[in-house]
């Protein structure tokens, strides 16, 4: 792994991303539905915002990814969200979960859990106060991260307690699963002080799984790719809502302006 070319990695997936156009089924919150629908355009795939109990499933089984956010949740939307998940796995369909300010209420807590549970989840990406809250040690405060956990050493608790890839998103992007840990240092600052910057970094994720197996490469690849769109979106210094429109712009040009930029680093594996 230590020798791959991580820029033609990313140009390979994100070619096969826009020559299949693969569905991409998000059950997720709706302060972000439209940036997520609109960025799962810009990577080329199409989205699909389904949420109704009596079609999540059909939705889910023809999906080329699944992507749950419990940013907003409710119980009747995390029981769509286990009627989606059964059937995506029933079809092979990786599935994505944001466990949006995890850690913050016992029901955003429970919630996630349950899924983590009863679902046989690909990547958990988070924040390190909310994948922390799920193994016992991080803190939030509405949804965002305070405290001091160690990121890394978060995501490998998670991924050892769970058993799949976690990404815990940060200054740093920290992705252990499969016997490796990857750390992406590709963003900017101005992610913060925008609305939905993780959920849209979770959607990247899910996309970029739909074009080869190799999750934990694929989950690093997708955050990669979105934190090198934010770096270009921020040249010049814009305002949050400037920055915002570039960074939908920026994702959708990957293709054409190269991903020269991406900057992964191999911490722990082959």
């Known amino acids: 792994m230590s020798g791959t070319n991580y820029a033609t990695a990313a140009i390979r997936s994100l070619t096969h991303v826009a020559v299949n156009q693969p569905l991409i089924h998000h059950i997720t919150n709706v302060v972000v539905t439209n940036d997520v629908a609109n960025l799962t355009l810009g ?12 079609e999540v499933a ?45 850690g913050a209420t016992r029901f955003r807590t429970e919630s ?14 988070g924040n390190r106060g909310e994948i922390g809250a ?5 803190k939030v405060r509405g949804v965002d991260a305070v405290g001091g956990e ?4 978060v995501a490998e608790a998670a991924a050892a307690r769970f058993g799949l890839v976690t990404a815990v998103t940060g200054p740093v992007d920290f992705v252990v699963g499969g016997g490796r840990t990857l750390a992406i240092h590709n963003g900017h600052p101005l992610l913060g002080r925008i609305t939905g910057s993780g959920c849209m970094a979770t959607a990247a994720i899910g ?37 915002r429109a570039r960074l939908l712009d920026e994702v959708a040009a990957l293709r054409h302006t190269g991903t020269a930029g991406v900057r992964i ?3 722990r594996g082959p």
């Open 112 to 125: 996630a859990l349950r899924l983590l549970h009863e679902l046989p989840i690909a990547v958990l990406r």
């Open 150 to 153: 160690d990121p890394r050493k």
């Open 134 to 138: 799920l193994v016992g040690s991080g």
């Open 207 to 243: 996309i970029m799984l739909t074009a080869d197996r190799d999750i934990a490469l694929q989950t690093a690849l997708g955050l990669a790719t979105y934190g090198l769109a934010a770096e270009r979106a921020a040249a010049g210094e814009p305002g949050p809502g400037t920055f």
């Open 265 to 267: 680093e191999v911490e």
């Open 58 to 102: 059909e939705m889910a089984a023809v999906a080329g990814a699944l992507c749950l956010n419990i940013g907003t949740l409710s119980a009747g939307e995390i029981e769509a969200m286990l009627l989606a998940g059964r059937a995506a796995a029933a079809a092979r369909v990786p599935i994505v979960l944001d466990p949006v300010g995890a």
């Open 43 to 54: 990577y080329g795939a199409s989205p699909v915002m389904a949420y109704a109990p009596e």
